[in-house]
């Protein structure tokens, strides 16, 4: 079935700092979806991505869908402590009915 | 508030006792869906309700049992539990069904602040 992997599991930055967590499926996926979780919160859906080689801008987050619609990204340029949090990529796919979520890459932002 | 209500918050049972999950959505949404959130694991689907109807069952154990009676309740029945089963239990809706990938369709998912249940 289709895995979303993401890496890195873990970033520690200080905060100016960039940070780049990666999500590549094993299937071509027809979407993908980033959210973020809060310590101690629930999922907050942060965009959607559809078109191959999609570019979207939110402020300081940048997200790319891949051209082959694999794999995806998102940047966040000049961290900021209430960055802090996981980072989850969500992609379903052509073939498929459930919309499946990577590991997370958990983000420390120190002052 | 995120127009997704779950309770209890948190849940402490034994493994023979019986107990259930709730989630509302006051956001008009046609899709439902649990999600089980471990440690170091990814976030689980569960179980899918589209316009009530189950569409999703993802190898679930019997020992969960859900209920959709309307597209704005969803019930998680939760009985003779393992101690592996103590999780984050996330309940999510979406407007439409996420699964289709439809273009055009963002299938976002509001979650709930999930219940958190403890498995002794």
């Known amino acids: 079935g289709q895995q979303v992997m993401q890496i890195p599991q873990y970033q520690h930055v200080q905060e100016g700092e960039d940070f780049t967590t990666y999500c590549n499926s094993s299937?071509?996926?027809?979407?993908i979806q980033w959210y973020k979780q809060r310590p101690g919160g629930h999922p907050v859906f942060l965009i959607q991505?559809?078109?191959?080689?999609e570019v979207k801008k939110q402020k300081r987050l940048t997200f790319q869908f891949g051209e082959a619609k694999k794999n995806s990204s998102l940047h966040i340029t000049a961290t900021q402590t209430t960055d802090v949090g996981t980072y989850f990529c969500?992609?379903?796919?052509?073939?498929?009915?459930?919309?499946?979520f990577g590991k997370g890459t958990s983000l420390l932002v120190t002052p | 508030e995120t127009g997704v209500t779950q309770t209890p918050r948190h849940l402490v049972m034994g493994m023979t006792n019986k107990k259930s999950l709730k989630c509302e959505q006051h956001?008009?949404?046609?899709?439902m869906y649990w999600y089980k959130q471990s440690a170091k694991k990814p976030l689980e689907l569960m179980f899918v309700y589209n316009f009530k109807e189950q569409t999703e069952n993802n190898s679930v154990p019997s020992r969960f049992s859900p209920e959709c009676p309307n597209s704005s309740h969803l019930f998680l029945h939760l009985h003779t539990l393992q101690p592996e089963d103590s999780a984050l239990y996330l309940c999510?809706?979406?407007?439409?069904?996420?699964?289709?990938?439809?273009?055009?369709?963002?299938?976002?998912?509001?979650f709930g602040e999930g219940s958190r249940l403890t498995v002794l």
């Open positions: 969500a992609g379903n796919s052509n073939s498929g009915y459930a919309l499946n």
């Open positions: 999510a809706s979406s407007q439409v069904y996420a699964g289709t990938g439809l273009p055009g369709n963002t299938g976002e998912l509001f």
């Open positions: 299937t071509t996926l027809s979407n």
């Open positions: 956001l008009g949404h046609n899709a």
């Open positions: 991505l559809v078109k191959s080689g």
